[in-house]
């Protein structure tokens, strides 16, 4: 029952009771609030909540410790989104369409931030030196580029470092089919991959982008690089 409304599924219960027994929904309010209705008439209906949805949160948390990645990622897609130019110059760089956040999955920061971390010197050039209109928006990501370059490109790549496999978890677990038997072994990986990059005890965090960034930023400098990890 994939993209029905309420009053869709309504319909079908009624003319097929036996047929609806749960519903897989996200747990944002509206659905829980419909789902609570939908109980008044079909009292055994269960609610399973949508692993793949549920697996954005652990990583949304980055956007509380990443403020200045999310604002650059957020006025960089809105140029983007603006600019013809823009879009042609970065397609170019990256050889591939460049990324824009959409406000609907967490999981598209991760893929807009990895085409950050990946290609940060040429798109910076790319700000800088063309001429693609959107001249705020140019300045917003200028001062932040001028103002906050080495915690942009650390927060760019945390996000990279946290984020691969809870964001892989989410493209490939959303959807209707026999996921479930596979669900936890995959969702273990990507829990992995945040206790490492967390680090625990003795162990140091294992975060190999912040670390390339670490050093690009003091390459001289051992003390300065683990003070930035």
Not at 22 to 39: I, P, Q, R, V, Y
Not at 141 to 160: H, N, P
Request: net charge neutral; aromatic share 6%; with cysteine.
């Amino acid at each position: 029952m994939a993209g029905l409304t309420i009053n869709q599924i309504i319909g079908i219960a009624q003319q097929s009771p036996d047929k609806l027994s749960s519903l897989t929904l996200d747990g944002c309010n509206l659905n829980t609030a419909g789902f609570e209705l939908l109980k008044c008439v079909f009292r055994l209906l269960i609610h399973f909540i949508c692993l793949s949805h549920s697996a954005n949160i652990p990583v949304k948390k980055l956007d509380l410790t990443c403020k200045t990645a999310k604002k650059f990622m957020s006025k960089y897609s809105n140029a983007l989104n603006w600019s013809v130019q823009l879009r042609r110059h970065v397609r170019q760089l990256i050889g591939e369409n460049p990324e824009q956040l959409n406000g609907i999955r967490w999981m598209v920061n991760y893929k807009v931030a990895v085409q950050l971390n990946s290609n940060f010197a040429g798109i910076e050039r790319i700000i800088r030196e063309e001429d693609f209109g959107c001249a705020e928006l140019v300045k917003s990501m200028l001062k932040i580029l001028d103002e906050q370059s080495d915690t942009l490109q650390l927060e760019l790549a945390r996000i990279v470092d946290a984020a691969e496999q809870s964001a892989m978890f989410c493209y490939n677990y959303e959807g209707d089919g026999p996921l479930a038997f596979t669900a936890y072994d995959a969702w273990k990986v990507a829990e992995n991959q945040l206790i490492r990059v967390i680090g625990t005890g003795q162990n140091r965090p294992v975060v190999p982008s912040v670390q390339r960034v670490a050093q690009l930023i003091a390459p001289n400098d051992i003390n300065e690089q683990r003070r930035l990890i």
